[in-house]
């Protein structure tokens, strides 16, 4: 996707100002280490966060280390985690990933030396593990300490992008990264793309949504293309709860 765009007026901060009116500053409190991180965004795939974290704290209090889970057979894998969607192909993928790096690290089950990399190599390095994808990848590198300037393209991001007229709405989830992150302002931290992030998912989720998109409460509603939405879409004002 070619850009001759100054990116000082990029339509990422028209995008982000709106949105912040309506749901406040997102900025991360606490962390999880970039291993934990991987874990966590492995089992979230299309699955709600409530029941992805709750899926996570079942790992938590079973596996004292990740090294444990990494040694498991794939069905106890499936057990502990059949609330999430996918998660026969998930059992398979994440113990595998795991295993792979502790090969690729040394024998040591870290991912801090992803700090010494530039942004793309370390994504690629996390691509390059079974069941990750750019999605859990940006999460690892943007979500954990390693604190990179990477947008986590969910499914709620992706489709607010395509209806606000960011991306083609041909582009998959690697395209639609890549677009996105053409777009970022040379000034922006890793904790403005977090923001953003939560921001976006934030209106996927109360407003954007697949089936039913309320355009009229929108903040957006002046800016957005409204690409691939009807125009009967739903005028009812909307207010965040207190």
């Known amino acids: 996707m070619q850009l001759s765009l100054d990116l000082s007026t990029s339509p990422l901060e028209a995008l982000r100002d709106g949105l912040l009116k ?6 991360p409190t606490k962390r999880l280490d970039p291993v934990s991180q991987l874990v966590k965004s492995s089992i979230s795939g299309r699955t709600k966060d409530a029941v992805s974290w709750a899926v996570y704290h079942r790992l938590k209090d079973r596996f004292a280390t990740w090294e444990e889970l990494a040694e498991t ?27 792979l790096i502790q090969v ?9 030396h992803l700090a010494e990399l530039e942004l793309d190599s370390a994504r690629w390095w996390l691509q ?21 300037r990477a947008l986590v393209v969910d499914t709620h991001v992706h489709r607010v992008a395509g209806r606000y007229g960011l991306v083609p709405a041909s582009y998959d989830t690697a395209h639609a990264y890549r677009a996105l992150m053409d777009l970022v ?22 407003l954007c949504s697949h089936h039913a998109p309320r355009c009229g409460a929108c903040s957006l509603k002046g800016t957005c293309s409204r ?16």
């Open 227 to 242: 690409t691939g939405v009807e125009r009967s879409a739903d005028i009812l004002a909307w207010r965040p709860r207190a």
């Open 185 to 206: 302002p040379d000034s922006w931290t890793a904790e403005d793309l977090y923001e953003l992030h939560w921001l976006m998912k934030g209106l996927g989720q109360l």
């Open 22 to 27: 309506t749901f406040g500053p997102q900025r």
């Open 104 to 112: 690729r690290s040394g024998w040591k089950l870290s991912l801090d």
């Open 128 to 148: 390059g593990l079974p069941g990750v994808g750019v999605k859990v990848a940006a999460s690892v590198l943007n979500f954990s300490p390693l604190n990179m």
């Open 73 to 99: 057979p794939d069905a106890e894998v499936q057990e502990l985690i059949k609330d999430v969607t996918y998660p026969e192909e998930k059992a398979r993928h994440l113990p595998h990933a795991l295993r």
